[in-house]
């Protein structure tokens, strides 16, 4: 079973509005929580991580929420624009980094 | 800096039929990776490299092979082709001294008939 749960599947978010996207973990090792952004045709890019010794990270309009004893985390994006329209995932992962658990992914359209 | 390159772009076997999928990195890093991405199941890791001469099994390693070349490449082999390894396969590579950020390749993309 998936080890990450993200919600949800897709999201429609007009031009200059939040986005939320939400993931959900069991395993306490996890420290290391990143989102990815993927656009079509492309390997995903790092946007924004966060360790659980911080509950908030901004980067930008980009914020990391995050809560460590409901073990959830979640993405704002704060006045949304078209060119975010992407599919996002949320991804965990021990110390050491070397075994990644993503997220089933979030398409994002951002309309004009 | 090409960054992390893949070869090919696009495949497509027969099952039965083998293959071998080519990453780089130019990026001096130690640790490797191969995932696979298929719709509603995000990326799920086959195979790591945390060091040149050193590989573990990911979370789906089954009908799949990996060679850590040298530091720069890391290949993954299909022996014996199955539909159900259709998929998109992305390689990526990071370092401890960059924060562990992971950076991919654009993909490969494969379909067995």
């Known amino acids: 079973q998936q080890q990450v749960k993200q919600s949800p599947q897709s999201l429609i978010v007009q031009k200059g509005g939040i986005s939320i996207i939400n ?7 996890f420290d290391y929580f990143p989102w990815y952004q993927q656009f079509p045709g492309k390997g995903p ?3 924004i991580a966060i360790r659980p010794d911080v509950s908030e ?45 993503f997220g089933a992914g979030t398409r994002l359209t951002v309309k004009p | ?49 945390a060091s040149e001469g050193t590989t573990d099994k990911g979370e789906v390693p089954n009908g799949y092979n990996v060679s850590r070349l040298n530091k720069r490449e890391f290949s993954l082999r299909l022996e014996s082709a199955a539909p159900s390894q259709t998929s998109v ?7 401890a001294t960059d924060g562990y950020e992971q950076y991919f390749g654009p993909g490969t993309r494969l379909t067995v008939t």
């Open chain 1, 23 to 29: 993931c959900a973990y069991e395993n306490t090792a």
């Open chain 1, 45 to 47: 890019a790092l946007l």
């Open chain 1, 57 to 101: 990270k901004k980067e930008g309009r980009f914020t990391i929420s995050f809560n460590k004893s409901a073990k959830q985390f979640s993405l704002h994006i704060m006045d949304s624009q078209p060119g975010d329209s992407a599919t996002y995932f949320c991804a965990a992962s021990p110390n050491n980094n070397n075994d990644m658990r």
């Open chain 2, 1 to 49: 800096n090409a960054g992390v390159t893949q070869t090919p772009k696009f495949q497509v076997l027969k099952t039965g039929q083998s293959m071998t999928l080519q990453c780089a990195q130019d990026m001096n890093h130690n640790s490797m990776y191969w995932y696979r991405q298929d719709p509603g199941m995000g990326l799920r890791l086959i195979y790591y490299s």
């Open chain 2, 89 to 95: 396969y992305f390689c990526a590579s990071s370092e």
